[in-house]
């Protein structure tokens, strides 16, 4: 992975993981232990899933470009889909507090998200390849008569 990527992926998960620190320690307060334990399960599966998908996002910029927009919006749309089915699934569950889990969900995700936006604007990616000139003047591309 190249050292942008990794940046990348750094400027996004360490406020995530922030976020899901923070979470974890409001819920432990407010929910106990179970509330704990649904923050740490909740900011995991944020991190897991969207550390995936950045990695793949990437992946395809690199061999694909053209596709990098489409690809973005699909792997958005599937990465909230997989999302929204975790919490479907874990709705009845009694191994952590569930309101902590997809609170601490939503949350690292809109951090995630916002953070990934901000590390895209401010990193210095080129985006149009300037010509290269071999002199002052153009060459001749025609024919000579």
Not at 88 to 111: I, N, P, Q
Request: aromatic share 8%; net charge positive.
């Amino acid at each position: 992975m190249p050292s942008n990527d990794v940046r990348t992926l750094l400027h996004t998960a360490v406020p995530a993981v922030a976020a899901g620190a923070i979470a974890t320690v409001v819920s432990g307060v407010v929910a106990g232990g179970k509330g704990a334990i649904g923050a740490v399960v909740g900011t995991l599966v944020v991190v897991l899933f969207m550390g995936i998908g950045l990695v793949v996002l990437q992946r395809t910029a690199k061999s694909l470009p053209q596709l990098f927009q489409a690809m973005g919006l699909m792997l958005y749309t599937a990465q909230l889909l997989v999302l929204f089915i975790f919490l479907a699934v874990l709705k009845g569950t009694t191994l952590f507090d569930f309101k902590a889990f997809s609170l601490t969900l939503l949350a690292t995700t809109v951090v995630w998200v916002a953070a990934q936006a901000r590390a895209y604007m401010k990193a210095k990616i080129l985006y149009v390849d300037s010509p290269s000139y071999k002199g002052d003047k153009p060459e001749k591309t025609g024919s000579s008569t």
